[in-house]
């Protein structure tokens, strides 16, 4: 008795969705694509938002940037959900073998006195940045227009919880788990002069419904580039900050005390 398997092709209708072959062409997307694109709502909103009925659940007046095409800005690594989350599964593997292996060895007893005092100084309150850029990323998440910015505000929200963890990690092998340098540098965090820059960034953000606001350009400054979400950087002419406006009881706003020029001079001096 003879088999006789044949294999017929069958050639699909379409290779993509109809709104992502507009953008890219009659091919097949890929993932980043598929969950990046033209998936912002923008119609058919069910109520006004409580918190500011004069504008939809859902607007772009909500930031200072003004876009012709909200997809424009696009993640370089095209990190959705799956890719994301496995990356960082395998990141998150590699710091905790090698926080293990110092822990089972304590190796920072092994340290002098002045080099772990000092790493507690300029490291440790970094958690307290890292926590505020969080704070940023979930602002800009939550009022931002465009799944290509918010989507990726929303991981670099997590990112920066995470970094803000490993950081304390590292105090706590310090201390031998007794919390005692976290505390030393929240106290440094909060009243050390060489990290007011650094708290003054990060408060306008942190008190403020607003995504953005606009500074022009300092002369001689490179424009045009939005190289990552963090305050201070160039875009089409503009710079970028936090908004300083903060809602009062009544809806109105109201300008805190540090002006834009002042928080300019501080993220120009400001370590990368």
């Known amino acids: 008795m003879a088999v006789e398997i044949k294999t017929s092709g069958v050639k699909p209708l379409r290779n993509t969705f109809s ?143 995470g970094m803000a963890q490993f950081i304390s990690r590292i105090g706590l092998c310090i201390d031998g788990k007794t919390g005692a340098s976290l505390e030393q540098a929240r106290n440094i965090w909060l009243s050390d002069p060489a990290w007011m820059a650094w708290r003054i960034v990060l408060s306008p953000a942190s008190s403020s419904r607003s995504v953005w606001i606009v500074a022009p350009v300092r002369p001689g400054s490179r424009a045009g580039r939005l190289e990552r979400s963090m305050p201070g950087k160039p875009l089409n002419g503009t710079w970028l900050f936090p908004s300083t406006r903060k809602q009062t009881n009544g809806g109105a706003a109201m300008k805190t005390a540090v002006s834009p020029n002042a928080r300019m001079k501080f993220c120009q001096t400001t370590p990368k």
């Open 19 to 161: 709104h992502l072959a507009a953008r890219f062409g009659d091919k097949a997307a890929t993932r980043y694509q598929e969950i990046a694109f033209d998936t912002q709502p923008s119609t058919n909103f069910h109520y006004k938002p409580l918190w500011a009925p004069e504008q939809e659940l859902y607007d772009t007046s909500t930031t200072a940037i003004k876009m012709s095409d909200w997809y424009a800005l696009k993640d370089p690594r095209q990190y959705y959900y799956g890719s994301w989350t496995t990356t960082r599964a395998k990141q998150q593997d590699a710091i905790d073998q090698q926080l293990a292996f110092t822990e089972k060895r304590d190796l920072f007893s092994l340290w002098p006195e002045d080099a772990r005092n000092f790493f507690i100084y300029a490291l440790l309150p970094l958690r307290h940045y890292e926590w505020g850029g969080n704070t940023n990323n979930n602002f800009i998440a939550a009022y931002g227009y465009g799944t290509t910015i918010t989507q990726a505000a929303t991981m670099g929200m997590c990112d920066r919880l």
